[in-house]
C-alpha cells in the first residue's frame, strides 16, 4: 500500500493517507522535542528505533488481548496503521514518582509509588497539555460517555501491567509511560500512536540508568545509544 496525502505531521510522526479509507500509514521520525517542542533536536535512526520497539511492544500487547491500530510494519520507519478517530487524552500511567508529577506535587523523584497512578492530560498543544479531570473531560466533550474513562484507565492499568513484567525480566524499571487510544470503525477503543523511549521512561535496574527521552530532555548525552540498548533489551535472544 502506498502514500497519499499527508493527513497530519506531529512532532514524532506523520500520519499519511492510503487508497483504503480506513488505512494510513504512520511514518516515525527523526526529530526529537521536548517541553512542548521549545527544545527542538534530531537523531538519525531515532525513528527507525522507535518503529522497532512499538512494532514490537504493540504486537506483544495484541498477544495478550490489547487492540492496538497496528496492522503491519512495512519497513524501517513506517507501519500500516487503522484509522482511528483520535480521543484527545493523554493517558499517563505511573509506578515511579518523577517529571512532572515530582514537579508539581513534590513527590520526591524516585519513590515507588503505593499504587499506580493513572493521570488524564488534555492533548492540545497550544494549551500546553495539561493535567485535566474526569469532569473536565465529560466539560470537554472529549468521550461521549463517563464509561469510556473507565476503560481508558482500565486499559491503561492492563498495558502497564503487561509492560511492566515483561520489562522487569529485562532489568529495565518502567517508570512512567504516555498511551492514546482511538475509536475505530466499528466503535471500539482501540491503542493507537506508538510506545517507545519518546512516550515511557525506563530505568536500568542495575545502574539506575535513564534509558528514554529524558537523556535529551535533561541533555545527558547519548539518546540513541539509550534508545539502542532498550530495543536490544526487548528483543533478547531474538537480537
Ligand atoms: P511527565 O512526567 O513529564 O508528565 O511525563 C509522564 C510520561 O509521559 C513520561 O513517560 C513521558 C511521557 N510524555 C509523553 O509521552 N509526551 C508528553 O508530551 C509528555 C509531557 C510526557
Ligand atoms: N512531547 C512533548 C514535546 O515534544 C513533551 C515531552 O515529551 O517532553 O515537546
Not at 523511549?197 to 525506563?202: E, G, I, L
Request: some cysteine.
Amino acid at each position: 500500500m502506498e502514500k497519499r496525502e499527508l493527513l497530519y505531521e506531529g512532532k514524532a510522526k506523520k500520519l499519511w493517507l492510503t487508497d483504503d479509507e480506513n488505512i494510513l500509514i504512520a511514518e516515525f521520525k527523526d526529530d526529537l522535542t521536548a517541553f512542548n517542542a521549545e527544545k527542538k533536536g534530531s537523531e538519525q535512526g531515532k525513528g527507525a528505533l522507535n518503529c522497532k520497539i512499538s512494532t514490537e511492544l504493540f504486537a506483544l500487547l495484541e498477544k495478550n488481548g490489547v487492540k492496538t491500530h497496528l496492522i503491519e510494519t512495512l519497513d524501517d520507519n513506517n507501519q500500516l496503521v487503522k484509522k482511528v478517530d483520535i480521543i484527545a487524552i493523554e493517558v499517563v500511567v505511573r509506578n515511579t514518582a518523577t517529571g512532572s508529577l515530582s514537579k508539581r506535587l513534590g513527590v520526591e523523584d524516585g519513590k515507588v509509588l503505593p499504587f499506580t497512578l493513572v493521570e488524564f492530560y488534555l492533548k492540545d498543544d497550544d494549551l500546553n497539555d495539561p493535567i485535566i479531570c474526569e469532569n473536565h473531560c465529560m466539560l470537554l466533550e472529549l468521550v461521549d460517555d463517563r464509561d469510556k474513562l473507565d476503560i481508558l484507565k482500565q486499559k491503561g492499568l492492563q498495558i502497564n501491567r503487561l509492560l511492566k513484567e515483561f520489562f522487569e525480566e529485562r532489568r529495565l524499571n518502567l517508570v512512567d509511560f504516555k498511551v492514546e487510544f482511538g475509536i475505530d470503525s466499528e466503535g471500539e477503543i482501540i491503542l493507537s500512536d506508538e510506545i517507545s523511549p519518546d512516550s515511557c521512561r525506563f530505568w536500568d535496574m542495575d545502574s539506575g540508568e535513564k534509558l528514554d527521552k529524558d537523556r535529551f530532555r535533561q541533555n545527558l548525552g547519548n539518546v540513541k545509544v539509550a534508545y539502542e540498548e532498550v530495543l536490544k533489551r526487548i528483543l533478547g535472544d531474538k537480537s
